[in-house]
């Protein structure tokens, strides 16, 4: 008896316009047995369409949820990691620029401390650091940049210009590749071609690679 008041109630949902998941999650009842029972009671097209379209409005939230849950953990981490490293010291500083140097400085020219990269905000910590941690003025810098022979030449300049606050004397020929910016498949960078920075200077450049030594040799104890 009660399971044929159970298959009438569905049958009573099910016209009503529920669909399987509704009726499942009122009656308690399988996906399975609610088949059987509702298989000659088909919803309509529209009621179809108006049951997807919640369904997508669904999706939608939850995705939107997850991502402020998201946004949530990465700034809670970003302050945390923040409230660590900063203030930096004179020394913090010194020693990240050194070891960024390590990773993406020039170390064939004796005379010539020079750092290349696509990435405007590095290139900004590099000069910044020529300039507090090694006592470089701005005026002293060169800057090369390499460029595509589909970019707008003049409109790069000013770009990095504007971005490294050196004035446009300071900047020597750009070199021209032949390729087009837009044959390039890298995700990241390119976007206004490489940057040379560029401090002659025998002294500094023994300096740099001296403090480099000086890290590679105690490593290179520390963990034979």
């Not at 949820?65 to 020394?91: D, G, H, N, V, W």
């Not at 023994?206 to 590679?216: D, E, F, P, Y």
Request: hydrophobic share 35%.
């Amino acid at each position: 008896m009660a399971r044929t008041q159970d298959k009438q109630k569905a049958i009573d949902l099910r016209l009503k316009g529920y669909s399987y998941s509704q009726i499942k999650s009122e009656l308690k009842i399988s996906k399975g047995t609610l088949s059987g029972w509702l298989k000659n009671y088909p919803l309509s097209e529209e009621r179809i369409k108006e049951l997807t379209g919640k369904n997508e409005k669904r999706i939608e939230n939850y995705r939107k949820t997850r991502q402020r849950q998201r946004e949530e953990i990465f700034k809670k981490i970003y302050s945390e990691e923040k409230a660590k490293i900063f203030p930096l010291s004179k020394r913090d500083l010194f020693i990240a620029g050194l070891f960024l140097y390590w990773g993406e400085g020039a170390k064939t020219k004796d005379a010539e401390v020079s750092l290349s990269n696509t990435d405007p905000i590095m290139t900004k910590f590099f000069i910044y650091w020529l300039e507090n941690s090694l006592k470089i003025g701005r005026p002293k810098i060169k800057i090369r940049l390499h460029l595509y022979q589909d970019m707008n030449i003049e409109e790069e300049i000013n770009f990095w210009a504007k971005t490294l606050n050196i004035n446009k004397p300071q900047f020597g020929k750009p070199y021209i590749k032949n390729t087009n910016k837009s044959a390039i498949t890298y995700k990241n960078g390119f976007g206004h071609g490489t940057c040379n920075i560029i401090v002659g200077n025998v002294i500094l450049m023994r300096r740099i690679l001296m403090g480099l030594k000086t890290i590679q040799d105690y490593f290179n104890l520390k963990y034979k």
